[in-house]
């Protein structure tokens, strides 16, 4: 089908754009030039790359003829490459909303709360919900793995955007060396890295499928990028963490 295939080729331009760009920010002084110049590069692949998934998989469900009819095993076929990269393009889209949202609404995180936000976190549960029932009923693991993995991160943003007060503020000199005036970079940095794993996921389903079919449904192949992005997190993590508790040891009391 020549449509699919056309859509295939722009989904591996802007995927490579944004599999390139996504490790400049990553390598860069956070907060220079560099790091927002790769960082916008990242969004806008992977921003694309995620809108040319979901038009994948809804021609793999329901668009003419039968994509690789070589595959005998056409329910988890629909699940992998309908529903689950459908669900990844959506939650792609989501992360990259989330991860610059919080850096343009840094001042008021309540601006999260408007429906336009809301929205898009409500459709990356709801295609995640249906892709860990689809894969339940298939019996396939890894559906229900990257669905649970989804929603516990939408729920995890939606803990920032509600609670109700921002960290105490009182003491300014000791809130900036703690890190909890900045607590928004920490989601901005987790929303990112996500963006990476559900990008680098969906975007191997269309090279799997071509260079490797033989291991097309093997969950060993499919959970790398997770493996790889949810290490970056903890590593990333467990960083900042020692630096702040560095710093905040360091801190002098604020003069009364």
Known sequence: MVLFEALVALHVAAGAVGLTAFWGPI???KGAANHRKWGRAACYGFLGAGVLAIAMALLSLYGPGQRHPEITNRALFDGLFGWMMLYLGTLT??????GLAVIRH???????????YQSVIAAVVMSGAWCGFYGFR??????????????VAMAIQQVYIWRPNDP???IPALTQRSGRANEYVGEHFRA???MGISAYTAFMSVGLIRMVPEHVFNPAVWAGPSVVGVSLILFFTIKAKRTTAAKTSG?????Q
Do not use: C
Not at 251 to 255: G, L
């Open 27 to 29: 390598v860069t002084r």
């Open 168 to 170: 105490p503020r009182a």
């Open 93 to 98: 889209i989501g992360f990259v909303d989330y």
């Open 138 to 151: 298939v019996e396939h693991p890894l559906m229900v793995l990257v669905a649970f993995i989804g929603i």
């Open 192 to 194: 990112l890295i996500g």
């Open 251 to 255: 801190a002098r009391p604020h003069p």
């Open 106 to 116: 840094s001042r008021n995180r309540r601006m999260l709360r408007r429906l336009r």
